[in-house]
């Protein structure tokens, strides 16, 4: 009798630790999928209107924990068609005005399917939105050990905005960024809302 009172706890304490070992599983797999919610507790509104552009975006605040600072800085010269948005020293993203220019997401992964040197990632694949990621693949002698080098990665944002009948285009630097500022600025991205007249 007691051997069985000691052999039922364990039977359910190994059935409970296996169960549990197949959620950590699924988490690390899910690990790598981007999600973008509407959630922007650590957001402030920004009116791009005094910039030329007649739109509202949420940016980062100071409480985002990514080195933001409390106001953002937007370089334009007057008569261009590139602005520059920085929040901190972190985040930096490039806003091109395209005119009456359409399809440009697709432009940009015709562009990305070229370059031979990057194996690239689509974490998100909307008809004028994407979030990827990039890395370096490189070339050379064909002897050379498969544990020779170092992985470059970046991660990519790249969406259209169609405002007031011009197309713009919001994007990362070209050289990219960690996740974590991505992630933040594809979220920032993808308030961006027309303001009414």
Not at 13 to 19: A, G, N, T
Not at 30 to 37: A, D, W
Not at 123 to 151: A, R
Request: aromatic fraction near 12%; charge should be negative.
């Amino acid at each position: 009798m007691k051997l069985k009172l000691i052999f039922i706890p364990f039977t359910v304490l190994s059935i409970v630790l296996s169960s549990c070992g197949g959620n950590v599983n699924n988490d690390i797999q899910n690990e790598s999928e981007i999600v973008l919610n509407n959630d922007y507790y650590e957001f402030k509104g920004f009116s791009l209107k005094k910039f030329d552009i007649p739109a509202m975006i949420m940016l980062p605040d100071e409480t985002a924990n990514i080195g933001a600072s409390t106001k953002p800085e937007i370089s334009h010269a007057e008569d261009d068609f590139k602005w520059e948005l920085k929040v901190g020293s972190n985040f930096h993203m490039i806003i091109d005005d395209w005119g009456d220019y359409k399809d440009m997401v697709k432009s940009r992964k015709k562009e990305l399917a070229d370059l031979d040197f990057y194996k690239i990632n689509y974490l998100i694949d909307e008809k004028d939105f994407i979030l990827y990621e990039q890395e370096l693949m490189p070339k050379g002698v064909s002897k050379v050990s498969s544990t020779v080098g170092v992985t470059h990665k970046s991660y990519h944002v790249y969406s259209e905005k169609i405002i007031d009948g011009v197309t713009y285009v919001f994007r990362s630097r070209d050289e990219g960024f960690e996740k974590l500022i991505i992630e933040l600025m594809a979220k920032s991205i993808k308030s961006v809302k027309p303001l009414k007249n």
